[in-house]
Antibody, heavy 119, light 107 residues
């Protein structure tokens, strides 16, 4: 069965750093673009970042550009999001999601990991 | 950035009702429009991709239509498990953007 499982969330102080991981199973991870999407408490979905199959192409939302770095280790079937200079407005559930072929929809989602930025 | 506007923001409906949610893009996105269902505490689930293609495993009471800037998600006969929040999302250009969501509640 196809699965994405996020980990690494938690409470961090403003200005701090955190690294999220997303472990993939049940499919050939190295052949899919993958994304991070977040959802602040009580709010809607916001796309954060994406990475291509070999990690050579990355894109970011303006709100995180220069502070977050997406990467992947295809040998470990794992996606990462390194977050630094965290702000209160980064507080959210962070989902990893698989990009689906030509439609570029998100066809598989993880269960999410909560990041809380607070002093 | 492409802005996605859904309407209504919320609606109340009864089991068996036909429900329609609309999504408008601020510029043409061809058919790069996807629909998701979200339930409290759960990850979003892809329902419709490329405006009108039904994702595998999704009941046929869900359908999508439209192209360019105007899109529609229709639930032909609302079931108890369909009470949720629905989001449209464009995958035409970076940054991918979502609508604000439509909450479907029990009447």
């Amino acid at each position: 069965e196809v699965h994405l499982v996020e980990s690494g969330g938690g409470l961090v102080q403003p200005g701090g750093s955190l690294r999220l991981s997303c472990a993939a199973s049940g499919f050939t991870f190295s052949t899919y673009w993958t994304h991070w999407v977040r959802q602040a408490p009580g709010k809607g979905l916001v796309w954060v970042s994406r990475i291509n199959t070999d990690g050579s192409i990355t894109n970011y939302a303006d709100s995180v550009k220069g502070r977050f770095t997406i990467s992947r280790d295809n040998a470990k079937n794992t996606l990462y999001l390194q977050m630094s200079s965290l702000r209160a407005e980064d507080t959210a559930v962070y989902y990893c999601a698989r990009g689906a072929g030509n439609s570029r929809a998100f066809d598989i989602w993880g269960q999410g990991t909560m990041v809380t930025v607070s002093s | 950035d492409i802005q996605m506007t859904q309407s209504p923001s919320s609606l109340s409906a009864s089991v068996g009702d036909r429900v329609t949610i609309t999504c408008r893009a601020s510029q043409s996105i061809s058919s790069y429009l996807n629909w998701y269902q979200e339930k409290p505490g759960k990850a979003p689930k892809l329902l419709i991709y490329a405006a009108s293609s039904l994702q595998s495993g999704v009941p046929s009471r869900f359908s999508g239509s439209g192209s360019g800037t105007d899109f529609t998600l229709t639930i032909s006969s609302l079931q108890p498990e369909d009470f949720a929040t629905y989001y449209c999302q464009q995958s035409y250009s970076i940054p991918w953007t979502f609508g604000q969501g439509t909450k479907v509640e029990i009447k």
